[in-house]
């Protein structure tokens, strides 16, 4: 993967300050709107395939060979080491809750909602399988240091999946309907949007959850994968309170790569009427 444009002295997202915060939300908001309007990037940006991906353990070998014959991937024919290992990762995720809820979505229009460069385009055309499919990522145009952009990565990363598009935009002006809506690790807390150099003005999950359920089909799915309890409890407030009501969750205690805080994946659809009865969002 790609080294993120990170500010030089990453704010700790628990001990920073709210006047540290604050200092660092402002420098990112001149930043951004910079970014916004420049919209400079180079072009056709291709990436080295890893081709094999040797020096791991037995167990992680396996899973990787069952998840190839399983979805028909091979990420490391396209994909640097780092990118192949994150579509396996995350790709063992979504087959593991595909066992745990016995759920595989058959929904034909997938959005995908904060999709950075979009390098896991082919790890979600492989399991959704969709019609279509689209990454939609507001900040697209930060310069990583060779002088490409979330963007250019993300054309190379949708450039053989013919169904696949990515959008730079803000996704609560986006236009259409979709049946399935992914959201990994959004901005539920404040701290990590900072930290990613966003500024505080962009925070704003509840108009963004809002608009999930406006472009969520009745019968559609929205799946979110949050960073720890602290995002998750969040999360859940702001998702009840928008009209979702929660089916399913699962705290993802062993996954292929090791994380600091244990990801929690919860599925959630829209409430269809005043009788439906919402669970307790601290539950």
Known sequence: MPEEFTS???IQTRQAPDLTLK?????NKVAFSIRKKRRFSRSNYKEKAAWELHHLGNTIQLKLEELRNKYAVRFENTLD???????YHLLAILDQLSSQWLWRPTHKIHVDVGSKNFYYASCLAAFFNPQQLTGIELD????????????SYAQYYIKKIKQARFLAEDFCKYPDKADTLTFFYPFVIPEPLVRWDLPLSEFKPDTLFKKAFQVLNDDGQLLMINQGDEEYQAAKIILSANGF??????????????RQLTPIASLWKKQQNTHEVIPNAHT
Do not use: D
Request: net charge positive; charged share 20%.
């Open 81 to 87: 080491r780092g990118n192949s290992l994150e579509n």
């Open 8 to 10: 030089s002295e990453p």
């Open 245 to 258: 009501v929660k089916m399913k969750s699962y705290h993802l205690k062993e996954t292929l790569l090791a």
């Open 23 to 27: 200092l660092y939300s402002l420098i």
């Open 140 to 151: 697209a145009f930060g310069l990583y240091t060779n002088f490409h952009t979330r963007q």
